[in-house]
């Protein structure tokens, strides 16, 4: 095998790698024209979810071990660019890596990756009895609304929305399947017109999903989120929904903090998310 890829070539394909946009993409051919490695960057401006570091650079990289170091190299340069492009912004270069995935631990840590950070799975039973629960009420002033999502265009805009807390962005149709799930919960909380935050649970009869709750920055601390999961428990408990489960990402430290807070139990680091700060 040795001198199998002494002519790589490496360059940007027709179309981007998974979600990451052609010029965020690589792909890698050897001197017979197979593909041996692609890889893409996805990034997004999270200011109101990490302020301490807003960019946020997800690397998606699948290459021969022949060809890793290159695609790896094309990859952090096209990062730090991207870094640029937005003006320095703190940033975060990540990529998945599953608990069990020796080799690819392996690798990335090898090459600078540290692995702080992770998806973790919490899960909350929700009590049978509400009454045994310590309440926890929204601040004065602030009213809770069940959100309009009667049109299309609506739930576009409420997805939209989403997108500076770093909610997975989905589509309208995904939206409107969940409004159909016996459980479905859209809150928002205002202060006369001002947004304050919202919540979005969806699930089955046996379960219930957190699937955000998010505060804008300057009435973080005061009780939102906490009123806005208990609003949730009320609904939950009156159906007979026995757990709620949610996730955060371990540097997400307002999510990890609130789940505590709420009651919530850590289960598991679902996987790593391999990364270094730029």
Not at 170 to 194: C, T
């Amino acid at each position: 095998m040795k001198g199998v890829f002494q002519n790589m070539r490496i360059y940007h394909p027709v179309r981007g790698v998974g979600g990451a946009l052609r010029e965020n993409s690589f792909a890698i051919i050897d001197d017979a024209g197979v593909e041996i490695g692609q890889g893409g960057l996805e990034f997004r401006v999270l200011k109101k979810m990490l302020p301490d570091r807003p960019l946020d650079i997800e690397m998606n990289m699948n290459a021969h071990p022949m060809a890793s170091d290159t695609l790896f190299g094309a990859l952090s340069a096209r990062a730090e660019s991207i870094k640029d492009e937005q003006k320095g912004l703190p940033a975060r270069l990540y990529t998945r890596c599953a608990i069990d995935d020796a080799e690819r631990h392996e690798y990335f840590t090898r090459m600078g990756f540290d692995d702080v950070d992770g998806d973790e799975l919490f899960v909350l039973r929700v009590p049978a009895d509400m009454s045994t629960r310590r309440r926890n009420y929204s601040p004065v002033g602030t009213k809770g609304i069940d959100v309009d999502l009667r049109t299309r265009t609506r739930r576009e805009e409420f997805l939209v929305s989403l997108k500076e807390f770093g909610c997975v962005e989905h589509a309208s149709e995904w939206l409107e399947e969940r409004m159909k799930d016996p459980v479905f919960i859209a809150r928002a909380m205002y202060y006369g017109s001002d947004f304050v935050g919202q919540m979005l649970v969806t699930g089955t009869q046996n379960e219930a999903v957190l699937e955000f709750v998010c505060v804008e920055p300057k009435w973080r601390g005061r009780g939102v989120a906490s009123a806005l999961v208990d609003e949730a428990l009320m609904q939950l408990s009156s159906q007979h929904v026995p757990y709620m489960r949610a996730t955060a990402v371990r540097r997400n430290q307002s999510a990890m903090r609130l789940f505590q807070r709420s009651g919530f139990e850590w289960v598991r680091t679902e996987c790593y998310l391999l990364g270094r700060d730029l």
